[in-house]
């Protein structure tokens, strides 16, 4: 697991990933998403249904129902994915879990922190689903 993201934003990441890096665009039930990323069934349904509700996929009930990406894979983020988790990291949280660390209460990690912060949030935001390789 990634130290840095939870466990559910890594998921919510793959089960995108593979989605997207798949070569056809037919809908892909729940169990082969599960056998594909190595994701157990029971976590990715809940995840799964949280990218539903946030549009960033579609399901699709019946014989040939499953998921697929809601739009093109350029036009979806990874911070739209990692928001749709609650996985997007806590703008400014303080790496000492000072309540409040700010420039004028800052804790010895304030600045590298932030500067980390920020870098990530910039990678997120222009970072889309067309960046995977394809399986």
Not at 32 to 41: A, C, D, K, M, V
Not at 104 to 132: G, I, N, Y
Request: aromatic content about 8%; hydrophobic content about 40%; overall charge positive.
């Amino acid at each position: 697991m990634n130290a840095f993201l939870p466990q559910t934003a890594e998921y919510a990441l793959r089960a995108t990933a593979w989605l997207a890096a798949r070569a056809e665009t037919t809908p892909v039930r729940a169990k082969e998403l599960s056998e594909g990323t190595g994701i157990p069934l029971h976590y990715l349904s809940k995840i799964l249904r949280r990218l539903v509700l946030a549009d960033l996929l579609l399901s699709q009930k019946g014989h040939h129902g499953g998921f697929v990406l809601a739009r093109p894979p350029g036009e979806i983020s990874f911070r739209e994915i990692l928001t749709a988790v609650n996985g997007f990291p806590t703008p400014r949280r303080c790496a000492f879990g000072w309540g409040s660390c700010d420039k004028t209460k800052p804790c010895p990690l304030h600045e590298p922190w932030a500067e980390m912060a920020d870098q990530f949030s910039e990678w997120a935001s222009t970072t889309t689903l067309d960046r995977v390789e394809k399986l």
